[in-house]
């Protein structure tokens, strides 16, 4: 028997075999379980690798939808914030932190109460944050925030909550504002421009114009004090008006402290702005000194920290001084100067344009802008729901499914077709305003923001988005806003500016267009103040519009008919053929305003004066065509008024005659270049001198003698002739006194002086009294000589000044009687001794009967009123019978004496009689 050990030995290659058998079948075994798991486990793998490939997706999709957000929150030009809910600030976009001055870091974690909201602003957020958090509402609110640096801007939010959508708890606050100060400014501007100018043409007198201005300006403004400084009629200082305006109760008692301070030229803030006709500003009351700020001591009690002033002038004299002061100290605001600068300008006119809106723009979902995004041809991709809203959908959807495309809302598609061309070209435009649909087919105006959107190779436009804001009720007040610009606000004519505008193209039209003409016609009404003093500026604004009217109907399809101010019209006719058109023009003018007006039951006549002026290629300046036409203007009424007159050169020569003259006069007095000739005035019974009347000459140092025929009226026109009829008086009274020492043979000669119209004031007699005064001369030796225009100015005045003269013995006389328009009625009540006879009746009588016969009427009616007359211009004997024969009292002329100086009329007065 073979052990197992022999036989291993003897047959080796047996083990190997099986061993390798074995082997092979493990192997197999083992390939065929991988290959089993293989099979099994592939399609797991296959889904593992699709769920990898679709979440990588998504978060490249959720970085680009964060991206696009972030874009949005940072670029927006609105305000955007938001607050966790302790009030804390988390987040603030790039322009909100830019115009407040911080930066995140400064602010994140910051209660925004304490930091942006003024103290007296606070109150409000409580209720604001409650109705947004217990009732869940959306808010849009006007709030003021504070800038780092203290200034005060008005913010338009729109805001809501946002609540965990799990446990429904109040987390944060999402907030976008707009910045609408300067909009909210320029509508408080246009407001109280308008306020003023409705209230101040219904004010009663200027006290209560000026009080309505006062008011007005310091409750836009915001200051709490405004007063005002008047010149005093007589000296040379401003004192404080009664009238005031004070927000708080105590300074009434500083207003109170202040009438009894009067201010000199020069003299601090009010003497300063007074003497420089300009507008002045003072930051801080303590830093001024007591010479620049003379109530420093009663103002600073009284908390006010800073003030300005500013003048209102009226033809280059300052009417009053306006003065405003506020409890915070306050840097120079010079659109502030310029507003209530024009305001002073409108005590008589004209605004401030209001400055184009911010842009609009805001984050996708919480904006109140509509926000959009759409195909290169315009075919909506998304669109948020304030774009829906301000077109007027309920929804996005309901939009997009009514209209695919943008153009549809446009109101005129070309609009559309040039924003897509300027998308094309520049890939961006901004502030583009259009007028589009809403859904229920009426028209708004927006304002959009667009881009294009890029590859990332920057070469081709994927799409577009953008933003759109409702801008209707802005445009409705640019529209306004250009409407008071151009237009007068009482007629609703163009106004000064438009006119010149257009005559200034009118003018460059005429350079450089061979045949073309035009024509400027400068209408004056006739009468027009005195209608104004007796009915009230009320009426007076009544006549205007009703005048502006009727001048609309005589004008030709493009005329322009403008209101340059106060009672002047211009009309612009272009295209004109011949003189003859210009003037049926005007004739048609001044017979439509020869017709009655009716105002309030009382039956106006009124009429024009018409300066006309051609055009010429000499004309370089609208003004030069407008000083043409003025001067035509007042030569009309040199003429007698309700007429035309046609400009030529020769006016102008004669009006730089009046304007040297007029300079010249304003030296004659200081120069003693004046002069009193004196003609006899002969009582006719007894043929004794009985007086002189006082007759001013000028001697010119270049031109010798001017005559006074030529000079007076220059110097009524420039406001001289005041100074030069006291000179006269004063004068005239120093030679009387002089001569009744001199000569005791005339203990009965009286001095007769001329008074202008415009010397016949409510001060007069306290004027003669003084003159009277200080050259010893008693009432009844002067004897004052008025014109019936005079008296008829202003009769209740005239008959009051008379009798106050008349308490003084004065004598008084109505010169060039039967040449006015005195009415019988009045003279019967005017307090007059005498009436004097014009030489144009007195020199006519001898060859014409009907001047004999008004000559024996002014007799006898001064004989049946118990007055003496007076003829002038006696030059011939059959002159004098014929006024002797009719009982004529007095008479004075060359027949008896020309007018002499003082030594002659010395010598004559030597004589006993003539």
Not at 355 to 368: G, L, V
Not at 375 to 392: H, M, W
Not at 529 to 537: A, C, E, P, T, V
């Amino acid at each position: 028997m073979v052990s197992s050990s022999d036989q291993t030995e003897r047959h080796p290659g047996i083990i190997h075999a099986g061993i390798w058998t074995t082997a092979s079948i493990l192997m197999g075994v083992i390939a065929i379980g991988a290959s089993y798991v293989v099979i099994m486990i592939r399609p797991l793998m296959n889904q593992m690798q699709a769920e990898i490939l679709e979440r990588k997706k998504a978060e490249v999709a959720l970085q680009k939808e964060k991206d696009f957000s972030q874009t949005i929150f940072n670029e927006n030009p609105a305000f955007l914030i938001l607050l966790d809910a302790d009030g804390k600030v988390q987040l603030m976009n790039d322009i909100m932190l830019k115009t407040l001055g911080y930066e995140l870091e400064e602010i994140k974690g910051t209660d925004y109460t304490a930091t942006f909201v003024p103290r007296r602003n606070g109150d409000s957020l409580p209720w604001v944050f409650e109705l947004m958090i217990q009732r869940r509402l959306p808010i849009r609110t006007e709030e003021r925030i504070l800038t780092k640096d203290g200034q005060e801007l008005i913010v338009e939010w729109n805001g809501r909550a946002i609540f965990n959508e799990e446990t429904d708890e109040y987390e944060y606050f999402v907030g976008a504002g707009l910045d609408i100060t300067e909009r909210k400014r320029a509508e408080e501007e246009l407001l109280l421009l308008q306020r003023i100018t409705k209230e101040v043409s219904s004010a009663h007198d200027f006290d209560t114009a000026l009080e309505v201005v006062l008011r007005l300006v310091c409750e836009t403004i915001g200051w709490e004090f405004g007063e005002a400084w008047v010149p005093h009629p007589l000296e040379n200082y401003l004192e404080c008006s009664r009238i005031s305006y004070h927000r708080v109760d105590n300074l009434e008692e500083f207003q109170r402290l202040s009438q009894q301070y009067i201010f000199q030229p020069n003299q601090g803030l009010i003497g300063q702005i007074y003497s420089s006709q300009k507008p002045k500003w003072i930051f801080d009351l303590e830093q001024e000194s007591q010479e620049e700020f003379p109530r420093k001591n009663i103002a600073i009690p009284f908390g006010l920290k800073a003030g300005f002033g500013l003048p209102i002038v009226v033809e280059h004299q300052v009417l009053v001084v306006l003065v405003f002061f506020t409890i915070i100290n306050k840097p120079e605001d010079q659109r502030l100067l310029n507003l209530v600068s024009s305001i002073g300008a409108q005590l008589g006119t004209v605004f401030q344009r209001k400055q184009a809106e911010a842009k609009y723009r805001s984050i996708f979902e919480n904006a109140i802008e509509g926000i959009f995004q759409i195909s290169r041809d315009g075919e909506y991709i998304r669109v948020n729901p304030a774009f829906a809203t301000i077109l007027g959908y309920s929804s996005p959807d309901s939009l997009i499914g009514t209209n695919s495309f943008i153009r549809e809302v446009f109101a005129h598609h070309q609009q559309f077709y040039q924003m897509m061309d300027l998308l094309d070209k520049d890939h961006e435009i901004n502030n583009f305003e259009a007028e589009v649909y809403r859904s229920d087919h009426s028209l708004i105006w927006i304002l959009a923001n667009i881009r294009a959107i890029l590859d990332s190779k920057k070469e081709h436009i994927l799409y577009y988005e953008g933003s759109i804001v409702e801008i209707t009720s802005f445009k409705e007040t640019e529209e306004k806003l250009r409407y008071s610009a151009s237009h007068d606000s009482l007629t609703n004519l163009w106004n000064r500016a438009f006119f010149v505008e257009h005559l200034k193209q009118a003018i460059l039209q005429c350079q450089e267009q061979k045949g073309y003409h035009f024509s400027v016609l400068f209408l004056d009404l006739d009468g027009f103040k005195f209608i104004n003093d007796s009915l009230g500026h009320g009426s007076g604004d009544q006549l205007l519009i009703s005048i502006a009217q009727r001048l609309k109907m005589c004008l030709r399809n493009g005329d322009i008919l403008a209101r340059l101010g106060g009672d002047e019209f211009t009309i612009l006719l272009e295209n004109v053929e011949s003189l003859e058109e210009i003037k049926e023009i005007a004739e048609r003018v001044l017979q439509v305003l020869k017709k009655p007006f009716n105002l309030e039951g009382n039956q106006i006549f009124t009429g024009s004066s018409i300066g006309i002026v051609q055009s010429s290629s000499e004309y370089l300046l609208p003004s030069e065509v407008l000083r043409d036409a003025d001067t035509a203007m007042y030569r009309a009424k040199q003429q007698g008024k309700g007429c035309y007159v046609v400009f030529d050169a020769t006016m102008r020569t004669d009006a730089l005659r009046r304007l040297q003259l007029q300079t010249d006069l304003r030296w004659a007095i200081e120069r003693h270049q004046f002069q009193l000739h004196y003609q006899p005035i002969i009582d006719l019974e007894t043929d004794e001198i009985s007086g002189f009347e006082a007759l001013l000459r000028w001697e010119h140092p270049h031109e010798g003698f001017i005559s006074p025929a030529e000079f007076i009226p220059v110097a009524e026109e420039a406001g001289l002739i005041v100074d030069i009829g006291e000179w006269v008086l004063r004068e005239a009274c120093r030679q009387l006194y002089q001569w009744k020492q001199k000569f005791n043979g005339h203990p009965r000669l009286r001095m007769s002086v001329n008074l202008s119209s415009q010397q016949f004031t409510p001060d007069l007699s306290q004027k003669i009294d003084r003159i009277l005064n200080e050259t010893q001369v008693s009432g009844g030796e002067l004897k004052l000589e008025i014109t019936e225009t005079a008296l008829m100015s202003d009769p209740q005045l005239a008959i009051t000044t008379l009798n106050e003269l008349k308490h003084r013995n004065i004598k008084l006389c109505i010169d060039d009687f039967g040449t006015g328009y005195c009415s019988l009625g009045y003279l019967h009540q005017f307090p007059v001794d005498i009436l004097k006879i014009d030489r144009s009746f007195v020199s006519q009588m001898f060859f014409d009967e009907n001047k004999r016969e008004l000559v024996k009427v002014i007799v006898t009616l001064a004989h049946s009123l118990g007055m003496d007359a007076i003829a002038e211009g006696i030059e011939s004997q059959e002159q004098l019978y014929q006024l002797k024969s009719l009982q004529c009292q007095y008479g004075q002329g060359f027949y008896f004496s020309k007018p002499l100086n003082a030594q002659e009329a010395e010598r004559l007065l030597d004589k006993a009689s003539i």
